[in-house]
């Protein structure tokens, strides 16, 4: 059945072009697709548009779960040992696309070319595991980039304080040697910090990883041993260490996550913040944050490398291997990530993933001075941005590797001790699944 | 042809022994079998694989493991000691208020009625190093300067675990020695009295004694409940920062349901259990001598 369907949508789709591509008036009537979708209020915009395709294809859509990542990511692996992947549409992440080796059916077959095209080519290729495109990105592409306090900056005092110290002149960093200076500069614990980490789970990992990258190292070689015991490694722990150390960041930070983190920046307690595009709103939104029109946004810095960090990740939606009707679920798919869609979506703040949409939110933001900074900031970063090891083992390895990172921070161990126990935990479990 | 009749005892026990095979035996065989196979949920083919104890000799001599059920018999010792302690306090103030008491049995019961997510929820905040209640309140009486990382050193994290876990789970030692004190008869107590004894004396001797089989029931099912506690611990810290409060069932379900090893997870878990079974054949000896001790038959 599969053969003649998809031809016959293939035919349609090159007939009417790609946005609206399947929307040919009841193609799928009758077709109920079942979905399993990122819930939060931020996505909630795209849902709304829905039922603009049911309406236009005469399918139904049924959403049957709606959660955060992370619960997606234990109710799909639950499902995969069920087998109950009958489903058609899961919203999926590059972060976490790799575990899921024989869940997603490739989207290349189901979709024209064009729509292929119109993505940022380097989101495609991190959407693109083992040969198979497992799902299109939407506009929620996620780099991080540097909020400062603009005010720090324009103080004479501290510009002169900092300068017979440090011998350079105080503007917003653009290394991470700079930035742990400055962090340590305007910090005065326990009313301001200088800067804060996310200081668990994967996302501790993420910064790790891309401040190895920057430091013109790796995690993992090509045979996937563990490469991050190595001097760029080191040199990447310690900078978390010596923040930690010298009070620069608030003593809970290993216990933070995003929330935190962005609570705490809009709290106008934190000099310098990496941070995801979406909070640029958030912290440029007088309701929400004290340091409404104070806030400057710089590309990521660099490592000893020379290179920026920009572990990068965004979500997409991907269809199901086991779903009868896989042409509906990939139209629905490429509706939820075409232009208007993107555009939607990222009117909100969030960063698309296709080039025109791009050009279009520079365009949109031209009138407004601190949309415009935030937009070429990420851009900037975004050139060099790069996405997790596509390994099914980058969340497992990263659990064995975060406690470690961790106990340097507080430490409990050394940075070379630290290193070598996830180095050899890594390397065992990598052993143990016949990696290695 | 005459029909195979089954003795009424078991048709009238089938249902029941249909459904304990259905919902108790089948999945703890089944769990049992796969703690024998590298079972990873993402790849089902591995159900299928045979390791023999892999998994137990792995997880018997992983520190990280030893030092997690190490932690997790702290924190039961000393959860139970201070809940059945201030229970006991508690029952015992209550059970002398003359007017209203019914009133403050119910307001007893509160922290019982939340569900323990919105607990952890509720402790991480009141312990968040930065605009935590208790630390405002400690700098705001100038009793520190510094912000105190209550959820990230060891020992103070431990300490805000127990403390979510005591408010939120005294009350079931208060319940229970409460109704052991109404079920107190009066003679003995009102015969020590004529002996001289002082409250004291009469408490030691007459009331304890009484009351212990009520405070062995009450550990024995804390004791059950806090050796798998997962739930508070899990919103508060999630075993973290560096291990520093990782509890057996932390580590379980992190390996479980995120890394996915389900093989190794239930291998893990079956040697937890040899402690919650420990900790209960432990509190039924108790229970039984202190029932001995009052006279009561076996």
Redesign the interface.
Known sequence: MKGPMAGSVLALLAGFGFATAALADGEFAGVTVEAKLIGGQQYEALYARIADWEKATGAKVKIISQKNH?EL??EY??D??A?TTNWCVGSNHSSFAS??P??YTDLAPLLPAETVAGFVPANIKAATIEGKLVMLPRAQFDVSALYYQKSLYTDPAKAEAFKAKFGYDLAPPETWDQFRDQAMFFAA??NFYGTQYA???EAINGRFYELVVANGGKMFNDDWTPAFNSDAGKQALQWFVDLYKAGAV???T??YLWDDLGN?FA?G?VALNLDWPGWSGFFNDPASSKLAGNVGVAPAPQGSAGVRTGWSGFHGFSVTENCATKEAAASLVDFLTNEDSQKLESAAGPLPSRTAVWDHVIAEAKSDPYKSEVLAAFQETAKTAFPVPPT?YW??SG?LIF??L??A??G?KTVDQALEDASDAVEELMR??GVI | MTRAKLPPWLVLLLPAIVIILAVVMVPLLLSLYSSFTPYHLTRPETLWKWIGTFNYVKAATDPNFWRAFGRTVLLLTIALNLEMLLGLGLALMVSKVTQGQRLLRTAMMFPMMFSPILVGFQFKFIFNDNVGLVNNALQSLGLTERAIPWLVDGNLALFAIIMAEVWTSTSVFAILILAGLFALPQDPLEAAKVDGCTPWQSFRYVTLPFLMPFIYIAMAIRSLDVARAYDIVQVMTNGGPARRTELLWTLIGRTGYVDARMGYANAMGYIAILLSIAFTVYFFRKLQSARRELGMAD
């Open positions: 992370f990511d234990k692996k639950a995969i040992a087998g575990q899921y024989s869940l614990p326990p200081g668990k789970d608030p003593p809970g290993t216990n705490g709290s307690t099914p969340i497992e659990n406690p470690e961790q106990a921070i507080l409990d143990e699944n």
